[in-house]
């Protein structure tokens, strides 16, 4: 069977599948979004030697699922835990120099025996799923050495190379990379995982980028996965947190400097393997996104704002324009707008409190985590406020998890939050029932 006709046969049942996890609405969005890419550019896949293996069976379920739909990420694995287990076997005792592994020339032929083993047992699991998979042991990374008085055959990537990448990804054949280099006179060399799995995404820039760990994110002082960070807004107030130390430390310094090497539009994600398909299809995903971000900007009037952008994002956003006499009637409280005018929250003063006027992300930058960086911003200001959403709205689900109470009101549903006086929450459903229009009819 023609192999693109398979995969839009297979998409509806697909889609309805992934409902469980997020709206249809959202879930397309994302297939739609992905399928424009280049091939190549859809996704790099970064596997720690720990979730080979410990989650085998999870990551190969997910790898597979993405090819069902037509999409073929860029896997590329280290070895870690396995590669100690092989040298303590074979008498060679493990040396770090400023957190990277010592190799000498006896450690490095069992560095390439485990990664060439571990390559092949993923790729010989997802062929026994039905995968198409490509291993590369070699020709990606070309590198010098490092260091070779302190470190001995430890490469630093001074070129990728994706022409069998590309090959691979063309016959739809999700390449698996060992991180193994050669020097241009052809020595082998260990390369740090991390290390070329950086330069890997800088060579190719893929829309995504998604690390596979066993906790499944980034983790707060409580131990609770944060789940969205934009570096914008959010940076320099962690790098600032008592709990942000050590190997955390490490590694968000590493991916803020990686995001700011790429385009804009590109995110990574920290997940599990068993939740990876949560964090690629829905607004809520599962785990740690990290964007560069947008700068928030917040205002107590109208005066300052492009009225024009303003009504724009309302159009991207609600596929209807604004009444005539909005800005008029409209007393803000504060409105909170990203620098390129892309989401917005609009919050009103009302006789029952705070009124949220107005939440909305344009089409284009849904799924970025915008709207929840705005959201967890107007949150941290106003401790209480209540809003309506029209039945049916796809964003309800989100506005359930946020809000202390609901009520509906035909054609509304009222929601509040920080309010829990009930002659006030009565007050908040009554105005917020009767409060005009603030569209054209469709």
Not at 221 to 227: D, Q, Y
Not at 290 to 297: A, K, L, Q, Y
């Amino acid at each position: 069977m023609n192999e693109n006709l398979r995969v839009n046969e297979l998409r509806p049942t697909i889609v309805r599948l992934l409902s469980n996890l997020g709206s249809t609405r959202e879930v397309q969005l994302y297939l739609d979004r992905f399928s424009e890419l280049d091939a190549e550019r859809f996704a790099v896949v970064k596997v720690g030697g720990a979730v080979l293996r410990d989650d085998l069976e999870a990551l190969v379920s997910s790898l597979s699922f993405l090819q069902q739909v037509g999409l073929t990420p860029i896997v590329i694995h280290g070895a870690g835990p396995q590669l100690d287990g092989a040298l303590a076997a074979a008498g060679i005792e493990k040396q770090v120099v400023d957190g990277l592994r010592v190799t000498s020339p006896e450690a490095l032929r069992v560095v390439r025996r485990v990664f060439q083993l571990q390559n092949l047992r993923l790729v010989e699991a997802l062929q026994g799923a039905g995968v198409r998979a490509t291993p590369i042991h070699s020709g990606v990374f070309e590198c010098d050495l490092l260091a070779p008085d302190t470190l001995g055959l430890v490469g630093t990537v001074t070129e990728v190379h994706t022409h069998v990448i590309r090959s691979a990804v063309e016959a739809r054949s999700i390449p698996v990379i060992a991180s193994l280099g050669e020097t241009s006179a052809g020595q082998l060399v260990n390369v740090n995982a991390d290390w070329a799995a950086n330069e890997l995404v800088k060579r190719v820039e893929p829309y995504k980028i998604i690390f596979l760990t066993g906790t499944g994110g980034l983790l707060d002082a409580e131990g609770r996965v944060l789940s969205n960070i934009s570096l914008a807004t959010d940076y320099a107030r962690l790098m600032g947190e008592p709990w942000v130390h050590s190997g955390m430390r490490v590694k968000l310094e590493q991916i803020h400097d990686l995001l700011l090497s790429l385009p804009p539009a590109t995110s990574l994600s920290i997940t599990s393997p068993e939740e990876m398909a949560k964090e690629l299809f829905t607004h809520r995903g599962s785990g740690t996104l990290v964007r560069r971000g947008e700068s928030i900007e917040v205002y107590e009037s109208w005066e300052g704002i492009d009225r024009d952008r303003f009504r724009d994002l309302v159009q991207a956003s609600f596929g209807r324009p604004l009444v005539e006499e909005y800005f008029e009637r409209t007393r803000p409280l504060r409105i909170y707008l990203s620098e390129h005018y892309r989401a917005s929250i609009v919050l009103a003063r009302a006789a029952g409190g705070v009124y949220m006027d107005k939440f909305m992300v344009a089409e284009t930058a849904r799924g970025e985590g915008l709207g929840r960086t705005l959201w967890k911003q107007m949150r941290s200001g106003t401790p209480s406020l209540f809003w309506r959403s029209r039945d049916g709205n796809p964003v309800n689900e989100f506005y359930l998890d946020h809000a202390d109470g609901s009520c509906r009101r035909d054609p509304w549903i009222v929601f509040w939050a920080g309010i829990s006086d009930w002659d006030e929450i009565r007050g908040a459903v009554e105005h917020a029932a009767e409060r005009p229009a603030s569209l054209e009819d469709d």
